[in-house]
């Protein structure tokens, strides 16, 4: 979809330099009478279009740089100088085109991501399967959930056994298991075969609905942060009108008026900022980062305290083979039949176990005679023997001897998953979540790097969020949430300081919305919380968020030094020009000159240090301690 904001910037750009250009060959063609009148045309759009943002802003309560500039145009259109209104007039819409610029690439990037979330669902009416848009589901609709598909709407199982990845809803990373008459809700992932439910309310009155509405509430509560140029703009406003004013009351020259003001337009403002943090988003683009704009980057720039989930972020936020027990058979053994007979299933925790059979390098079989229980458990044979795989009651009710108690016993949040052979019960394979290698030292990291607290929040159960952070420092731990209290969490944090919330789930979206700076895991986590985040991670690596603050700094700190360079040489112009010695074309020329150097400068965000970008993603092969 075209940003209109940003064709109608493009044109005013076009306009102007076209008008510029013309006004300066007017004489090669016969018609140098017309020059004025060509400039005073090009530059009044501009300036039509900066009075209408200034009242829009001024109306708002707030107060920019723009008004500097529209005063140098309206004194330089006002005493014959149009030459240096264009000039002015081009050099504003640059940097407005630019700012534009920047917000169209962001949401390119964020149109892209969130194409991968379905809009439609699957409607039983009449004995035959229709698709329809989500709007339009009603209560009592049934409807077929396949493997895959998110759960469009709250409702009950009506059929078939549902195998859930409630992880982006609750924070809970292993699957649940719903059988008929049992409730799920929207926001979840069907993990397992097809089932299908009837639908409890309508999609707009459903769970994830209510979810949308707080990350919509908290978009609005949250105070918009100021351009870092418009912080100097009643500074500059003052200087320069003190200067112009003197100028008049010893020279008494309009001219000398004028050439003030040309000079002092600010364009390095104007230019040189949105340019570094342009060139920071680039840069941050290429490590698989996507900053949502200008006032994003900056904001990076000063986070003091950070929020963080659990499930996804902190840790792998999938199942993970954690241990193996087994009794008269070795360990590997018990895994590689499991593996082998788990290869026809299609159960997520199935997957799980054959995936990581396959990284160890164990070799499977081919089962034969398998029957599948969708939800319990699976039998079949394996080189000949009858291997039992499942939860402890499909095992007991399978083998003969029953379920023979274990070495180890599970940790809280751990799903164990039983196995039986010939008859008997002889092994277990412990699957959980496991947190991400190198986290105490990324934590570490981010202290040094200005943040003064570190927070977990997460809706998990809280032995298992205590448990989960032992020896990683941090300073408060929040569990059980739902999201409108992840989202008093981040507000009460932010009375202390500005907060950073990293999560990845439907239920992180509100209170990223309402952080001073909210970043999602885009990689695997919800549309939902990607679409409410600033930052969005579109790599599965947590310590990218280290890179996004040294590059968010880099780049203040350069657009820093292109307002003092900028602001510096614009008011050794103003005084020369308060004396006489600059007329206001020149002034103009000066102007650009200094534009050029404050550029030049801005563009060195777009190198820097190598940052650190170690392989955070990667899963310790420790299991977290519950």
Not at 263 to 280: H, K, M, S
Not at 304 to 333: M, W
Not at 374 to 388: K, L, M, T
Not at 397 to 420: F, K
Request: some cysteine; overall charge neutral.
């Amino acid at each position: 979809m075209k940003n209109p904001i940003f064709w109608m910037r493009g044109a005013l750009i076009g306009a102007t330099a076209l008008g510029l250009c013309a006004g300066l060959a007017s004489p090669w063609i016969g018609l140098s009478a017309w020059r004025a009148t060509v400039w005073t045309v090009s530059a009044i759009p501009v300036l039509v279009a900066l009075l209408a943002q200034i009242v829009t802003g001024l109306r708002r309560g707030e107060f920019g740089l723009d008004i500097v500039a529209a005063f140098s145009m309206i004194a330089a259109l006002s005493t014959g100088e149009q030459l240096a209104a264009v000039v002015v007039a081009l050099m504003y819409a640059g940097g407005q085109f630019l700012e534009a610029y920047a917000d169209r690439s962001a949401r390119r990037e964020m149109t892209a991501l969130l194409s991968r979330v379905p809009l439609v669902a699957m409607r039983l009416h009449d004995g035959r399967l229709e698709e329809v848009p989500v709007d339009a589901l009603a209560s009592g609709d049934h409807l077929l959930i396949r493997q895959g598909d998110p759960v469009p709407t709250d409702g009950t199982v009506t059929d078939g056994v549902a195998i859930l990845d409630e992880s982006a809803l609750t924070g809970e990373a292993m699957p649940v298991r719903r059988s008929a008459g049992e409730s799920v809700s929207s926001g979840v992932y069907n993990a397992g075969d097809t089932f299908t439910m009837v639908a409890s309310r309508p999609a707009a009155e459903s769970t994830f609905a209510g979810i949308v509405r707080l990350v919509e509430a908290a978009q609005q509560s949250k105070a918009p942060m100021s351009r870092l140029a418009d912080r100097f703009a009643m500074a500059f406003l003052l200087l320069t009108a003190g200067i112009a004013g003197l100028a008049w009351y010893f020279s008494g020259d309009v001219i000398r008026v004028v050439a003030v003001l040309v000079v002092a337009t600010p364009c390095p403002l104007i230019l040189a900022v949105p340019i570094a943090f342009i060139a920071g988003l680039s840069r941050a683009a290429r490590h698989g980062i996507l900053i949502k704009g200008g006032s994003a980057i900056e904001g990076l720039a000063r986070i003091q305290r950070l929020v963080l989930d659990k499930t996804g972020t902190l840790t792998d936020g999938r199942p993970n083979v954690l241990a193996i027990h087994a009794n008269g058979v070795s360990d590997l053994e018990v895994f590689r039949l499991a593996a082998s007979l788990d290869q026809v299933s299609k159960h997520v925790v199935a997957g799980t176990i054959v995936e990581e059979a396959r990284r160890r390098g164990l070799e499977l079989s081919l089962p034969t005679e398998v029957v599948e229980t969708p939800g319990d458990g699976i039998i079949g044979r394996v080189d000949g023997r009858r291997v039992v795989v499942g939860g402890s009651g499909f095992v007991s009710r399978n083998t003969i001897c029953g379920v023979s108690p274990m070495s180890a016993h599970p940790d809280a949040g751990s799903l164990v998953v039983m196995v039986g052979l010939d008859g008997r019960a002889v092994g277990e394979i412990v699957l959980g979540d496991r947190i991400r290698r190198g986290m105490s030292g990324l934590l570490d990291d981010l202290r040094r790097r200005g943040i003064q607290r570190i927070v977990l929040a997460t809706g998990d159960r809280r032995d298992i969020a205590e448990a989960t952070v032992t020896g990683l420092g941090f300073d408060a731990v929040h569990a059980e949430l739902s999201p409108d209290q992840k989202t008093e969490i981040v507000r009460a944090e932010r009375k202390g300081g500005r907060v950073m919330m990293v999560g990845d789930g439907i239920n992180d979206a509100p209170a990223l919305a309402a952080a001073d700076i909210g970043v999602a895991m885009g990689a695997r986590g919800a549309a939902a919380s990607s679409e409410a985040a600033d930052v969005v991670l579109l790599v599965d690596r947590l310590n990218r968020v280290l890179v996004s603050i040294d590059i968010a700094k880099r780049s203040r700190v350069i657009a820093y030094q292109s307002v003092l360079l900028g602001t510096g040489l614009s008011l050794i112009g103003m005084i020369a020009a308060a004396f006489g010695y600059l007329a206001p074309v020149q002034g103009a020329l000066l102007q650009e000159a200094i534009d050029v150097a404050a550029i030049a400068n801005a563009l060195r965000a777009l190198r820097g240090p190598a940052a650190n970008v170690l392989p955070v993603a990667e899963v310790s092969a420790v299991p977290v301690k519950r």
